[in-house]
């Protein structure tokens, strides 16, 4: 399968504690997307990636929160000292070269819930 | 900046009926418009997009949208409905000068088509 990849699937963690996320997107796409999506809501942007350069981040995104794309392939996205507000549905996408008119492929997802 | 509004939370339609989702936008100027299909643990698929030129687009699995930029619209169509076409749909705009790179989503609408 060569789409958009993500692990864990599902992380449950207690308050206070860190989780990291990974994303593979599709190998030939340069641009990488991380989204937030609660339930009953549309995914929420939170940052953005051109190769490894991180050029937009969301206000949603606090100081929390961080992302690398080291080598510009696979992404990680961190979350320190998490807070129960913090669970939801966390989606990685990617998109080729070119404008901002391509579509994004979205990955499954990874489902955090902190308890 | 860009926002979309999905104006009904929920469709339901009987299979073989022709159904619509609704979409309206909001931008400063020019939109790129999507619409993505999200089914249970799975991530969103992307349907179709409006780009520029003919207001009429074709996607995937027999969909296709209206561009109207006098009512701001963009609405999901299909002829005749599947009970498979039962699933969230999102449609999603950004703004083709915003010069940002963020999509923004609506809340989704869930359309359930009864055999």
């Known amino acids: 399968d060569t789409g958009v990849s993500q692990d864990p699937r599902h992380k449950i963690t207690k308050r206070g504690q860190n989780v990291t996320f990974r994303c593979d997107p599709i190998s030939e796409h340069n641009r990488l997307y991380w989204y937030r999506q609660t339930l009953g809501q549309g995914p929420e942007f939170l940052t953005y990636f051109q190769n490894e350069a991180q050029l937009e981040k969301s206000r949603l995104l606090s100081d929390r929160f961080s992302a690398e794309r080291p080598k510009g392939s696979f992404s990680t996205l961190e979350i320190q000292r998490t807070e129960q507000g913090d669970s939801a549905m966390y989606l990685c996408a990617s998109s080729p070269r070119g404008d901002s008119s391509y579509e994004q492929y979205f990955g499954p997802g990874t489902r955090l819930t902190v308890t | 900046a860009q926002s979309v509004a999905q104006p009904e939370d929920q469709v339901n339609v009987a299979e073989g009926n022709p159904l619509t989702v609704k979409c309206t936008y909001s931008?400063?100027?020019?939109?790129?418009l999507f619409w993505y299909v999200q089914y249970p643990n799975r991530g969103l698929q992307f349907l179709l997009k409006?780009?520029?030129?003919?207001?009429l687009v074709k996607g995937s699995y027999g969909f296709e949208a209206e561009f109207n930029k006098s009512q701001t619209s963009f609405h999901l169509k299909k002829p005749s409905a599947l009970v498979s076409d039962s699933a969230l749909y999102f449609c999603?705009?950004?703004?083709?000068?915003?010069?940002?790179?963020?999509?923004?989503f609506g809340a989704g609408t869930r359309l359930t088509v009864k055999p």
């Open positions: 999603a705009v950004r703004d083709m000068w915003g010069g940002n790179n963020d999509m923004r």
């Open positions: 931008v400063s100027g020019n939109p790129y």
């Open positions: 409006y780009i520029t030129g003919d207001n």
